[in-house]
Nanobody, 123 residues
Framework: QVQLRESGGGSVQAGGSLRLSCAVS????????IGWFRQAPGKEREGVAA????????YYADSVKGRFTISSDNAKNTVYLQMNSLTSEDTAIFYC????????????????WGQGTEVTVSS
């Protein structure tokens, strides 16, 4: 069984930083690919960043490149999302998700989801 638990959300002023954590449990092969997604009010959920925990390969949405960094501490079974230079456009509920490593990366196909953590950026 795969379980994902997000933490680290909160309120921050524009220009500030937050670090989100995703605690991962479950078979390694089922959670080799971890993604962070977000859903802003009135908008569809979108992929933000993803990592293959085995190889360390990372993927980012264009909107967060250069501001967000995804990393994995495999010893702690935790994936982090460091978010810098936050703007009000980053206000959303952030979710982490997991899947076995796909042959080709895609934002679709993630099978397991956490409950989410809320991020609010005030201007």
């Amino acid at each position: 069984q795969v379980q994902l638990r997000e933490s680290g959300g909160g309120s921050v002023q524009a220009g500030g930083s937050l670090r989100l954590s995703c605690a991962v449990s479950g078979y390694t092969y089922m959670t080799n690919s971890i993604g962070w997604f977000r859903q802003a009010p009135g908008k569809e959920r979108e992929g933000v960043a993803a990592i293959y925990r085995g190889s360390g390969d990372t993927y980012y949405a264009d909107s967060v490149k250069g501001r967000f960094t995804i990393s994995s501490d495999n010893a702690k079974n935790t994936v982090y999302l460091q978010m810098n230079s936050l703007t009000s456009e980053d206000t959303a509920i952030f979710y982490c998700a997991a899947e076995p490593k796909p042959p080709v990366f895609s934002w679709t196909g993630f099978l397991y989801w956490g409950q989410g953590t809320e991020v609010t950026v005030s201007s």
